[in-house]
T-cell receptor, first 112, second 116 residues
């Protein structure tokens, strides 16, 4: 059974810092990995999706990497801003017709 | 529509009552998922619909939970004889198609269910 773990559970940083969020998964035979953002009381917004054949994806100040063999992904946020404060979740999909398995998230606070 | 729409956004019910939660996916999306998020917990998979295939119901926690998807579009999640432990945010997501490794999920804002 696939298990997804995110470290740290919470992170507080001053504005402007670069930071890294970690995600690990137990079964490396994944189809894709997706990073989401969740604001309080809201649904999830997809940030980046890395296909199984890819090593990384970038969007603006966000960069996500994937190392399937070690079962790890990182989300790098450059020059953090207070508006980045949210919970960040990673999720893996094992096959084309399967569910996403989510980690429990990292709650990020960026202080002005 | 522009996004995944869920209704109601909030539902308060008494223990033992039945509730229905609705999800309207993005037009043209063939896959639809229901997840549950309890306070301070991760997302728990409930059920998955893909086109006309038999749904994956393996995440439904008990036989009090059921879901259907009519005409390959709108889905309804029904919880019978609600219990206090059913209190959670119920999230619906849809995606355009499976079979593609770049398939992204789009989530609705959820229904906050409170069972008194």
């Amino acid at each position: 059974k696939q298990e997804v773990t995110q470290i740290p559970a919470a992170l507080s940083v001053p504005e402007g810092e670069n930071l890294v969020l970690n995600c690990s998964f137990t079964d490396s035979a994944i189809y894709n990995l997706q990073w989401f953002r969740q604001d309080p009381g809201k649904g999830l917004t997809s940030l980046l999706l890395i296909q199984s054949s890819q090593r990384e994806q970038t969007s603006g100040r966000l960069n996500a990497s994937l190392d399937k063999s070690s079962g790890r992904s990182t989300l790098y946020i450059a020059a953090s801003q207070p508006g980045d404060s949210a919970t960040y979740l990673c999720a893996v999909k094992e096959t084309s017709g399967s569910r996403l398995t989510f980690g429990e998230g990292t709650q990020l606070t960026v202080n002005p | 529509g522009a996004g995944v729409s869920q209704s109601p956004s909030n539902k308060v019910t008494e223990k033992g009552k039945d509730v229905e939660l609705r999800c309207d996916p993005i037009s043209g999306h063939t896959a639809l998922y229901w997840y549950r998020q309890s306070l301070g917990q991760g997302l728990e998979f409930l059920i998955y619909f893909q086109g006309n295939s038999a749904p994956d119901k393996s995440g439904l926690p008990s036989d009090r939970f059921s879901a259907e998807r009519t005409g390959g579009s709108v889905s309804t999640l029904t919880i019978q004889r609600t219990q206090q432990e059913d209190s959670a945010v119920y999230l619906c997501a849809s995606s355009f198609r499976t079979g593609a490794t770049n398939e992204k999920l789009f989530f609705g804002s959820g229904t906050q269910l409170s069972v008194l």
